[in-house]
């Protein structure tokens, strides 16, 4: 079978299905960019639709054989199914397609300087202050994101300079298609078990990964994971360790807080004090991704001086832990995009530290992720006083009828948490403005569309 590379249709036709999808809808804009005629199908509007479509790609809102007729090649996600019209169609016709992962891979070999970002959790955070320090370095880079970032316009940034920035995902195996120069590894943690077998496949995947990059390349890793501090001992490329424990090579230290739970930190290199770090985001867990961004940009040779100052002037992604407004009852209302018991410990644990009531409104996100770690959502959302648990968001999957949030709500109840499970957007917002008084906190959370909820209560 003959290999199919971008670089064999310049200036053709690339119809994307799923366009609307965040990764999918900034590679159609990098090529749109490039010259190459880019069309794409989702099922619904979006702003992302409506953006594209603003910037003169065709965007159908459904999926039919004709919205290929032109096409020279085809890209598609994961998520895009064998009986889907339009793959269908192309697979007729005989047109070639490149997976969404083949294609990034591909549009990373064109960069002399590329860089991935992997890890289970903190990968949207910590892709997104590096963006800010590589903007404010003016490396005009070119820089794909898994969220909207206010400071680069949106989820995508194309730049003319030979760094391209983008998160690795490990879903699928994806990132084994990339060619990294530069990677950070956050974490490696069980999740996504409807592909991968168990936490030794997870390994063993990020290892393949960890070794694309070549010997003179670097792997920046966080120390304070024992399987990624083990997974740098088995590398040929440079690595550098990070974290809060001693015996990392970059070490944060003397940690402190503000009142909304902002952190500084003073970070010493192998023992030697550099500087003083300050950040916006709330959470020890942030003070890990600053510092996979901060080593990842002095290992760039950008300035401290550059980089404490885009720091300090992040604000953060959103949908990750985003202040996004009051109630009319004045309850300061966040959202965060938290799915995985491990991030939902962190979010919650950044949302105690405010010292106020708090509110949880929780979705958990695929059934099989709801059932395999059952135990250990119900040990991660235990610590919350007032818990909302909406029906489970099925995302790719569909309901395979042995589990339900009731059994996540029973559970929690009777380890004494105030949980109620409603299925109902309406309901959940008519019971927080029956609850909520004046600075109590309101947090919605997960992977889905449980964000609507917030968006019906904040006041206009």
């Not at 391209?164 to 490990?170: M, Q, R, S």
Request: charged share 25%; with cysteine; net charge neutral.
């Amino acid at each position: 079978m003959k290999h199919i590379h971008i670089r064999d249709f310049s200036g053709g036709h690339i119809h994307f299905i799923g366009i609307g999808g965040i990764s999918m809808s900034g590679l159609a804009q990098i090529l749109h960019s490039r010259g190459y005629k880019v069309s794409g199908s989702d099922l619904v509007q979006s702003p992302i639709t409506q953006k594209l479509s603003s910037m003169g790609i065709k965007v159908f809102t459904d999926h039919r054989a004709d919205n290929i007729k032109s096409a020279d090649l085809i890209a598609y996600t994961a998520a895009v199914k064998d009986d889907n019209p339009e793959l269908v169609e192309a697979k007729r016709l005989g047109l070639p397609s490149l997976d969404r992962a083949s294609l990034l891979g591909q549009i990373m070999e064109t960069f002399s300087y590329p860089i991935g970002v992997a890890g289970t959790h903190g990968k949207t955070t910590t892709t997104s202050m590096l963006a800010m320090i590589l903007y404010y370095a003016r490396l005009d880079p070119t820089i794909l994101v898994g969220g909207e970032v206010d400071a680069i316009g949106g989820n995508v940034r194309i730049g003319q300079s030979s760094y391209f920035l983008t998160e690795a995902c490990e879903y699928v195996g994806s990132f084994l298609k990339f060619r990294p120069l530069l990677s950070i590894i956050l974490n490696i943690d069980l999740d996504h078990l409807d592909y991968f077998r168990d936490i030794d496949h997870i390994y063993s995947t990020f290892l393949d990964y960890a070794r694309l990059i070549p010997k003179e390349g670097s792997m920046i890793g966080c120390y304070d994971d024992p399987r990624v501090r083990r997974l740098l001992t088995e590398l040929d490329c440079n690595t550098i360790s990070y974290g809060l424990e001693a015996g990392a090579d970059w070490q944060a230290y003397d940690i402190s807080y503000d009142d909304l739970d902002h952190p500084s930190f003073k970070l010493s290199y192998r023992g030697r004090y550099l500087d003083t770090f300050s950040i916006r985001l709330a959470g020890k867990h942030n003070i890990l991704n600053s510092l996979a961004a901060i080593i990842a940009a002095s290992t760039i040779g950008i300035d401290k001086a550059t980089i404490k100052k885009a720091l300090e002037d992040f604000k953060g992604t959103h949908r990750r832990f985003e202040k996004k407004g009051y109630t009319s009852q004045g309850a300061l209302l966040i959202d965060d995009y938290a799915h995985h018991p491990t991030e939902i410990k962190a979010t919650v644990k950044a949302a105690k530290n405010l010292g106020k009531r708090l509110f949880c409104i929780f979705q958990p996100h695929t059934y099989t992720r709801t059932k395999i770690l059952f135990d250990d959502f119900v040990e991660a959302l235990s610590g919350v006083e007032r818990l909302i648990i909406a029906d489970i968001y099925a995302a790719r999957e569909k309901d395979p009828g042995d589990i339900h949030s009731k059994d996540l709500a029973e559970a929690l109840t009777k380890k004494g948490v105030d949980c109620l499970h409603i299925s109902d957007f309406e309901k959940i917002a008519e019971y927080i403005r029956a609850k909520v008084k004046k600075d109590d906190i309101v947090i919605t959370m997960g992977a889905g569309d449980i964000y609507k909820v917030g968006d019906m209560l904040i006041k206009k």
